[in-house]
């Protein structure tokens, strides 16, 4: 009996808490992705680069001597706008043709790499630090866990619960999930669609910006930094359902989970092609993932 | 309506093979090796960008990781040439099967999924390969498979060195364009025409007695075929191969020569593999931020030109000849 | 089309015209200057461009002025072996360096071989290279794997004898084999090895693998991990309270000029071992370092100082022949001896390997401070070039 406990406490405890907080941060991420396709039907190739600027962002307003606090004010703030003009000036001009899904896919694909190649422009190739806010570590049942990371589980879900009451208990909320359902029916009923979907492509880039910031001091910022959450974040969208915040919730829970752990039997390397193998099967499988789209469910 | 649409592609196509042999006569007068073989690297991932077209422009699937066929062939043939026997045809028939294999079970594993999902396994599928083999000691890990043998090509009557720059240019280029044919008038079969209708709206397809689901698993596999010949020609001109070949930049440029092209058309990838190629090759030397330029050219041509190069050319050559007519 | 015809003009006109001898010296230079190591590329950029303005200055290298060619590798093969191929054949450079990844410089060798050129590396450190696929015409004037071991080991077992190691790489070739080549060199001084783990290549989060640490209690903690993963890795173990009673050494590679500045404090008691830091007590490096510090406000690290040495490598090599044909010039460079910043360095004639003396470095209020040193000829290793 004390064995299993021991194992509790100092194996898995710590591989579910880290888990936790690598997930909070993944879905934090794939919020912002989910519910740029669920409304707009776009898949955002370049959020990891939303991402990244908001990262950059923070790096630039720290170095100005501004608040850390007030970064994670003011970058989704910045971001926001820099989406929305994308939206405006980019995305809307492939919207109405036939081959809507590709045609979108391949800008924000060409906007990902111009970004790359600017942010190597402005920073510098090497990598740039932002100091944690939070220093130290605490101890929580006899695991230790930095308190940076505890504060990141606690603002995450805060945020996660902000855009969910958003969503769903507001009337701009209402407007976009109706929005979402039936573009027409919703602007003949007066919803003003096309500022609708460049706030909603804003606020999805925002959210990755913002995921960016409360990441900076964990993960450090670099050009291809990008990179790093895509697939990831593609697997918990596809997983929880195009469009879905709960499924996105849940399956950023699950999928970080199950890389949590299976990193202590197999190799870590494995952790990657797991997530994808999972990803595949839901797409042969339940294409719809665990909870449905946008507006639908 | 088929000689409007089938004339401008067929003009469009001898245009580039007159110029391709020009150039090939200008290089060997002029004693050259580094331009006929970035020419000939560039035909060769013109076969890929055909790959890719015949499931994008034809199909309606975009497949964000072709470059695991490609780089799959050039794998199999560098093994095959080095520790199996120098000749080329023999590399080409051991690709040929791999990738029908591989192709089978990828396209099984991909089919069921629409639009973007397909999208994004493809992508998956080629990630997860290319960390496999960044990752085995047997495929030469990161460093890849080196000292491939300049091979000569036996054709019956005569052989082609490899080593000669003209001389492969030659080979690849008539390669490439009996693939650029036999695709074009694979898509001009009843067989295209389904994959058109799929394209175009895939759940009337049924009602009009295909097994589109059967259709799109014969496609990916062409197109897995089609990617990994052209793959198999890398190690036979540049001597090595490198786990670079599978990676996701290798599928995003053969996109981008897709796009620059024009898609759906075939012809426009062999042109929209040279244009990328040149570009590349020139804004490289001249500025380290070519990324930027290329991305945004990209952009524009999205935006602006989501015809490519060829969709722009071909209606113009066609009212040419109409005019004529 | 018309790009072409020009391109084959071009080419026409190149090889058309005959070339006569005077004229500059070209130096082509394939190294990553986008992608996740341009970092290191512009170290090597700076070092050359360093090295051939001071070589212009007094003269050029056989009184000819030296200039340098620059192409982007994206530290990818593919694309380090056609550029390559552009500077041989159409900018006709007499020497080619500057590739960064091990894939990259071996096949380049092969490109360097086909058009009959010499070429170098500074930065690679697979042993492989010259090793097993040692080339006859590819310099290495860098430190390799087991050379960066040897002196680390040798510093280890002075300070903590028979100590407990963990070993924590990332899994690829590179890191693979840095750490089974310390590994062994260790264990033959007594050491014990704890443990082993392998995280993928930009790997974001290593707190999974800190509970096997935490439980395998090791007084040293072994790395290969680089760039940005090297800045995760360091600030993750401070921020889960790991480093303390936690000797933390690695390759050279692991902890540079250009990551540092991330890490902060996160790397302050790092030990590698490396043939070169700034803090070189000599009027050479002094005078190098203040040189590239006005030239370029950032202080030089082993790729910079590298990438300087090995245009003097050429200029000597080149004098002692006096010419800059292929052959004379091969053999020349075999059994050479030249200065550099570091010191005088030996170029193995049996592996065109750079004998040079390896120093155990350690980060000390941000700065790399020799903390022992092992003579070139006890570090390099034997000879396992069976080529030429």
């Known amino acids: 009996?004390?064995?299993?406990?021991?194992?509790?406490?100092?194996?898995?405890?710590?591989?579910?808490?880290?888990?936790?907080?690598?997930?909070?941060?993944?879905?934090?991420?794939?919020?912002?992705?989910?519910?740029?396709?669920?409304?707009?039907?776009?898949?955002?190739?370049?959020?990891?680069?939303?991402?990244?600027?908001?990262?950059?962002?923070?790096?630039?307003?720290?170095?100005?001597?501004?608040?850390?606090?007030?970064?994670?004010?003011?970058?989704?703030?910045?971001?926001?706008?820099?989406?929305?003009?994308?939206?405006?000036?980019?995305?809307?001009?492939?919207?109405?043709?036939?081959?809507?899904?590709?045609?979108?896919?391949?800008?924000?694909?060409?906007?990902?790499?111009?970004?790359?190649?600017?942010?190597?422009?402005?920073?510098?190739?090497?990598?740039?630090?932002?100091?944690?806010?939070?220093?130290?570590?605490?101890?929580?049942?006899?695991?230790?866990?930095?308190?940076?990371?505890?504060?990141?589980?606690?603002?995450?879900?805060?945020?996660?619960?902000?855009?969910?009451?958003?969503?769903?208990?507001?009337?701009?909320?209402?407007?976009?999930?109706?929005?979402?359902?039936?573009?027409?029916?919703?602007?003949?009923?007066?919803?003003p669609v096309q500022r609708v979907c460049a706030t909603t492509f804003a606020f999805g880039v925002a959210l990755a910006a913002l995921s960016g910031v409360l990441l900076a001091p964990v993960y450090s910022v670099f050009p291809t930094m990008g990179k790093d959450f895509i697939l990831l974040a593609f697997s918990v969208v596809i997983v929880g359902g195009m469009g879905s915040i709960k499924g996105a919730v849940l399956a950023g829970l699950v999928l970080t989970q199950i890389q949590s752990i299976s990193s202590l039997y197999v190799s870590p390397v494995w952790s990657d092609p797991l997530v994808f193998g999972i990803m595949v099967l839901f797409l042969m499988v339940r294409p719809e993932g665990l909870a449905g789209r946008l507006g639908h469910g | 309506m088929d000689d409007l649409e089938t004339r401008p592609q067929r003009i469009l196509a001898a245009a580039f093979l007159v110029f391709a042999l020009a150039f090939a006569a200008f290089g060997a007068m002029a004693g050259d090796t580094f331009f006929l073989r970035l020419a000939t690297e560039a035909l060769i991932l013109a076969g890929l960008a055909m790959a890719v077209d015949v499931l994008l422009g034809y199909t309606g699937l975009l497949s964000l990781g072709h470059a695991l066929f490609f780089g799959l062939g050039a794998y199999v043939s560098a093994l095959a040439l080095k520790h199996w026997a120098p000749s080329f045809w023999g590399a080409l028939g051991a690709t040929l099967a791999a990738a029908t294999l591989l192709g089978s079970v990828a396209g099984f594993i991909s089919i069921r999924a629409r639009g973007v999902y397909f999208a994004l396994i493809t992508f998956g599928l080629a990630q997860v390969v290319y960390k496999a083999v960044y990752n085995t000691r047997e495929l030469g890990g990161s460093d890849g498979i080196l000292g491939i043998p300049e091979i000569q090509i036996n054709f019956g009557l005569f052989t082609a060195p490899a080593a000669s720059p003209a001389g492969f240019f030659l080979v690849v280029l008539a390669f490439v364009m009996l693939m650029y044919l036999a695709l074009a008038y694979l898509m001009r079969t009843p067989f295209g025409r389904a994959l058109l209708a799929i394209r175009t709206n895939e759940p009337r397809v049924p009602f009009l007695g295909y097994d589109s689901s059967r259709a799109k698993l014969i496609a990916f596999i062409i197109a897995a075929d089609a990617a990994a010949l052209a793959g198999a020609l890398y190690p036979m001109l540049r001597g090595f191969v490198s786990p670079d070949l599978l990676a996701f930049q290798a599928s995003g440029n053969a996109l981008i020569m897709v796009i620059l092209g024009g898609v759906g058309t075939l012809v426009g990838s062999l042109y929209g593999a040279v244009i990328l190629t040149a570009l590349k090759s020139v804004l490289g030397t001249w500025t380290e931020h070519h990324l930027i330029l290329i991305g945004a050219l990209f952009v524009v041509s999205v935006i602006f030109l989501p015809k490519g190069f060829a969709g722009y050319v071909l209606p113009r050559i066609g009212r040419f000849l109409g005019r004529r007519a | 089309m018309k790009q072409t015809l020009i391109a084959a003009a071009v080419a026409f006109a190149f090889t058309g015209a005959a070339q006569p001898q005077p004229g500059p010296i070209k130096i082509g230079v394939v190294t990553p200057l986008t992608g996740t190591y341009a970092g290191i590329g512009q170290q090597v950029k700076w070092g050359i461009d360093l090295a051939i303005k001071e070589i212009n200055d007094k003269g050029g290298i056989l009184g000819r002025k030296v200039e340098a060619l620059y192409e982007d590798e994206e530290a990818n093969p593919t694309v380090a072996v056609q550029k390559a191929e552009k500077l041989f054949q159409v900018s006709k450079v007499d020497f080619l360096t500057g590739t960064v990844n091990s894939g990259s410089t071996l096949a380049v060798s092969q490109v360097a071989e086909r058009n009959q050129r010499l070429a170098a590396t500074t930065v690679s450190f697979s042993d492989a290279i010259t090793g097993a696929q040692c080339s006859p015409n590819m310099f290495r004037v860098n430190a390799r794997a087991g050379m960066q071991s040897a002196a680390l080991v040798e510093w280890m077992v002075k300070e903590k004898p028979n100590p407990t190691v963990f070993y924590l790489g990332p899994d690829y070739e590179m890191g693979r084999s840095t750490v089974s080549a310390f590994k062994s060199a260790a264990e033959k001084r007594g050491a014990k090895s704890v443990g082993e783990v392998f995280a993928p290549l930009d790997n974001k989060d290593y707190s999974p693998f800190f509970g096997q640490i935490r439980s395998a209690k090791p007084q040293v903690l072994y790395t290969s991990v680089a760039g940005n993963d090297t800045v995760r890795f360091m600030s993750q173990l401070v921020e889960y309270g790991l480093t303390k009673n936690l000797q933390i050494v690695g390759a050279a590679g692991t902890v540079t000029a250009q990551n540092l500045g991330a890490m902060g404090n996160a790397a302050e008691g790092y030990v590698t071992g490396a043939a070169y830091t700034p803090e070189l007590d000599s009027p050479a490096n002094k005078a190098f370092v203040s040189a590239f510090k006005a030239a370029w406000k950032t202080e030089p690290d082993l790729y910079g100082v590298d990438s300087y040495g090995v245009v003097y490598f050429y200029k000597a090599a080149a004098e002692k022949a006096k010419t800059t044909d292929t052959d004379k010039v091969r053999a020349a460079a075999r059994g050479l001896d030249w200065d550099t910043p570091q010191g005088k360095k030996h170029m193995r004639a049996g592996d065109h390997q750079a004998v040079q003396d390896m120093y155990a470095v350690k980060v000390t209020s941000g700065k790399f401070k020799i903390v022992a040193k092992v003579p070139g000829t006890a570090a390099v290793g034997p000879d396992t070039c069976d080529k030429f």
């Open chain 1, 1 to 191: 009996m004390t064995d299993l406990a021991e194992a509790l406490q100092f194996v898995y405890g710590p591989q579910v808490l880290n888990g936790l907080a690598i997930g909070v941060a993944v879905i934090l991420m794939a919020l912002g992705l989910t519910i740029i396709f669920g409304l707009l039907d776009v898949i955002n190739m370049a959020h990891g680069e939303c991402y990244a600027l908001g990262a950059y962002l923070a790096v630039s307003l720290v170095a100005a001597g501004v608040n850390f606090w007030l970064c994670l004010l003011l970058v989704p703030v910045i971001a926001a706008a820099v989406g929305y003009f994308a939206e405006r000036l980019l995305i809307q001009r492939v919207f109405h043709s036939r081959d809507r899904h590709v045609l979108t896919l391949l800008l924000t694909f060409g906007i990902a790499i111009i970004a790359e190649d600017v942010f190597k422009l402005i920073y510098g190739p090497n990598p740039h630090k932002v100091e944690s806010p939070i220093q130290g570590a605490s101890e929580l049942l006899g695991i230790m866990l930095p308190n940076y990371r505890l504060f990141l589980i606690g603002a995450g879900t805060a945020i996660i619960v902000a855009v969910w009451l958003v969503v769903y208990r507001t009337s701009l909320g209402a407007m976009v999930r109706a929005a979402a359902f039936d573009k027409h029916m919703a602007a003949s009923l007066g919803v």
